[in-house]
């Protein structure tokens, strides 16, 4: 998420909106346009009057979302405990924009900092309550995970190469060994279960809160069929101390998924740290504490 979206980037601003509106849908014309306060990257998302958004893809690589959530968001919807979003209205391409795009209905909430949640234990039950939901809902005939999903839902293996590339580049900044061995489990727990829905990238950027409780859950783009261990790496990237644990307890999942999460949760940390370790102290800082974290629980656990 971009926590200070710049109207204009990639080549998307207010003025663009206002008339892919106007041509596709002439109803919602005379509505306000203005962009969201917590962007996403792959999307630009933006406000239209009180009860809509518009999100445009960023990127050519990023348009399959696009299909994938208009198909499958509604099938989901009925089966999930908070909603979800709702697609309104499908756009293509035009007025100088290459890719298509959607209106979608506003949901209610903010995005779920740790200071806008006062009981992160019950939270964390209730994000493992979304994620079971998810995981029963019927998968005959979706995503299979890969390229769509940026690999989540598959095995961790597809980011071997630039793990290790990694560790390299980090030697002597973190405990590179321990570091290898949470990567080798990982690696090591192969996953044999039957396919299940994931989400693909549950952060607090991507769940929203009211009154500290969970109201609504976004942005489906790397969602598929698949393992569903991927969707565990909020369990260092926002839970700690006893809002871990009861996420832990509640959400279930053997030692294996526990590995590759762990996995996942590494690898992202890692290839952050290592592009942000001499240029954003904050951001370095977090991804240090998560590398911490992971190494002691497959201390704890594995």
């Known amino acids: 998420m971009d926590p200070t979206p710049r109207d204009g980037r990639a080549g998307i601003d207010v ?28 999307n630009r998302t933006y406000r239209l009057g009180d009860g809509m958004t518009v999100r445009l893809p960023t990127a050519a690589g ?36 290459p890719f298509p795009w ?10 779920a900092r740790r200071d806008r949640i006062g009981d992160m234990s019950r939270f964390a039950v209730e994000v493992a309550e979304f994620l079971l939901a998810l995981q029963r809902c019927d998968a005959t ?36 060994e321990r570091a290898a061995a949470v990567w080798e489990a990982a690696l090591a727990a192969e996953w044999h279960g039957a396919p299940v829905w994931f989400h693909g990238d549950i952060a607090s950027g991507n769940l929203l809160v009211a ?14 069929v698949g393992d569903p ?26 030692d294996g998924a526990w590995a590759r999460a762990r996995g996942w949760a590494l690898w992202k940390a890692l290839l952050v740290l290592s592009e942000t370790i001499d240029t954003n102290e904050e951001l370095a800082a977090l991804n240090r504490q998560v590398i911490g974290e992971v190494l002691a629980d497959h201390d704890d656990f594995a």
């Open 15 to 42: 003025a663009l909106v206002k008339r892919l509106i106007a041509a596709q849908f002439p109803r919602w014309s005379g509505l306000p346009v203005t962009p969201v306060e917590v962007d996403g990257w792959d």
């Open 62 to 97: 990023y348009v399959p979302a696009v299909a994938k959530e208009n198909r499958w968001l509604p099938r989901l919807a009925p089966s999930l405990p908070v909603p979800v979003p709702t697609v309104l209205g499908q756009g293509v391409a035009g007025e100088g924009y």
């Open 102 to 111: 959607s209106v979608r209905g506003w949901l209610h909430g903010e995005t």
């Open 141 to 176: 005939d979706g995503p299979v995970a890969g390229e769509h999903s940026s690999y989540r839902g598959a095995p961790p293996a597809h980011y071997d190469e630039e793990t290790r590339r990694c560790l390299a580049a980090l030697k002597g900044q973190v405990d590179t």
């Open 211 to 224: 009154d500290g409780k969970l109201t609504a859950v976004i942005d489906f783009g790397t969602a598929g």
């Open 229 to 254: 261990a991927c969707d565990l790496v909020i369990a260092w990237g926002m839970f700690s101390g006893a809002g871990r644990e009861a996420f832990r307890r509640a959400v279930g999942q053997d």
